[in-house]
Each structure stands twice: as C-alpha cells, then as structure tokens.
C-alpha cells in the first residue's frame, strides 16, 4: 500500500514527485515515457530560470532533479484503470496492479490525429507528429507542418533552420499561438502560410511525396517529402471512467487540484486548468503533492 500513486512523469508528475519525496511520503511514479510532450518542444525561453533550453535538455533535468530522491518508478508501463474502494485506491495497469491511498493524475495529452486517408499507412514514412525528435531527418526537402497554433508554430522554427521550403497548413482563417512566434514564421521566405486550408489525403509510394489541400472549394497538391501533424492534443484519461471532466474529455479540478472522488487529484495538462505550459503543469504537480499530502494527515485510515 503505497501513500501516493502518480500517474505520469512530465512536468506535472516529476514536481508532484518531487514535492512527494520531501514530504517523506512512499510515493510509486508510473509512466509510459518520462518528460512527457516537453522533451518534445524545440527552444524554450519562457520557463523562469532559463533564458534558454532545449525541451531534450529541459526534460533530462527534470528527470535528474526527481531521481535524486528515494521514489519508486516504474517506467514503460501504461495504466488501464483506476477503482477506489473503500479508502484504497487500485491502479491497474498492464503489467501489474497497485493499491495507494492517494493518487496524482498527471498523465498529460497525447497528439490528435488528421484522420485522413493516407496518414495511417505513411506514419513514420515522412509523417509525424514530433518536430523535434524528426525534424533532422529531413534536411534540405520541403515540408509541410499541419496546425496553426503555438505547437505548429515551434515546429515551423525549428525546421526554418534545417528545411527547403515549409508550408504551414493552417484550418483558421488567421494563426493563433504566441505573437513572436507568429512573427518570426511570417517573416521568414521559408514558410509559406495557407490559412482556410484543410488536409485531405497524405500521398506517396514507399515514402511521402505530397500532400492534398483544400481551399476555398479547390484542392491543390504540394509535393513535399515530409508532414508534421501539429493538430491539438487529446487528454490521456480513457483509464479514469469515473471522474468528472469537461467537453474536452479534461478532468475537472478546483484550486486544490481534487477530483470529484476523495484522495484522487489531478494536474497539469490532463486537468481542465486554463493555459498548458509547462511550468503551470510544474505549479499545479507541486500543489496536487501537497493536498495529497494534507488529505492523508487529516485521515484515519
């Protein structure tokens, strides 16, 4: 019986570890991957302390920072359910089962997909969703990135200084995201920008060779040999059946990151909290530890 669970290992879950650790709580991480979506940002120039980092540099020393304490980590295993009876809470996953009486959702989002033909059968073949992790692989060959956000907008810098040609394929009529980064995308004779666009087929033999785009009722193809798809994200709670959560499939918290379930509490980017970066996901990790930790003092078990 563990005093706490927590469920992922991104910003959110390593400074809930963190916090857990230093209240001396017997604490297990369980995680698919540990960073979460900031090992896969570019440059980073809005976390307080770093007036730059990489999101691969910013990660590792997030993962340094949580294995200096005495945690339990079980890594590369995926939760499939969480039941609370009673005042034990079981964590299933697919390689085992654990009992806690506390728990901290921080399992974060995954990428949304387009959904069109195509996108399937070339993943990985010239399509993906993690500019950072490929964009060197395509170095000097046009590329398209899908998306119009700040997410799509990372991408486009990043590949501003390794691609031919980048066309940023955008469904709104204007880009969202950061205003520096939309000026910097906008300024560079790199990035064409087709707002009111959609992607409607991805093209190719063995590997990408173009992609199918509708505007304005017309379909063009652009020959390009790589697609990054930087389209939003889904939240990771198929396993939490009975929480609440919003139309976006969040979990909804209050300011003490509870749950509607007694000693189940939920942060970062999983959570219906306005505004996910990574070092709101940090603050709201180390506030989900803490009324974990007050829930267990105040209760008998």
């Known amino acids: 019986m563990y005093d706490l669970v927590i469920i992922g290992a991104g910003p959110a879950g390593i400074t809930a570890g963190v916090y857990a650790a230093r209240k001396k709580l017997n604490t297990l991480v369980i995680t698919e991957d540990i960073g979460g979506q900031t090992a896969w940002s570019g440059e980073i120039e809005n976390y307080t302390g770093y007036q730059f980092i990489t999101g691969p540099d910013l990660a590792q020393k997030f993962e340094e920072h949580m294995k200096q304490y005495n945690l339990t980590l079980k890594e590369g295993e995926g939760v499939e359910q969480i039941k609370k009876t009673g005042d034990a809470i079981t964590v299933k996953t697919k390689k085992g089962s654990y009992e806690a009486r506390t728990i901290v959702i921080a399992s974060g989002k995954r990428t949304r997909e387009l959904g069109v033909p195509g996108e399937k059968e070339f993943k990985n073949k010239g399509l993906t969703y993690c500019a950072t992790c490929d964009a060197p692989l395509f170095s000097g060959k046009d590329v398209a990135v899908i998306g119009g956000g700040n997410s799509a907008l ?11 040609k980048i066309y940023l394929i955008n469904i709104n009529a ?7 980064m939309r000026e910097k995308a906008m300024e560079s004779k790199l990035v064409t920008v087709y707002n009111n666009s959609q ?52 979990i909804k918290v209050n300011s003490n990151n509870e749950t509607n379930i007694p000693g189940i509490f939920a942060a970062g980017d999983v959570t219906d909290v306005p505004e996910k970066q990574i070092i709101i996901a940090a603050g709201e990790g180390a506030k989900a530890a803490l009324s974990a930790f007050k829930y267990l003092a105040r209760h008998k078990f």
């Open 154 to 164: 990372d991408a486009a810098l990043q590949l501003m200084s390794i691609a031919n």
């Open 174 to 180: 204007q880009l969202g995201g950061d205003a520096i």
């Open 199 to 250: 992607v409607t087929a991805v093209r190719g033999e063995k590997m990408v060779s173009g992609i199918k785009v509708r505007k304005e009722g017309k379909e063009e193809l652009l020959a390009v040999e790589g697609i990054f798809v930087e389209i939003g994200l889904i939240p990771n709670t198929d396993f939490a059946a009975d929480l609440e959560k919003n139309k976006l499939e969040e």
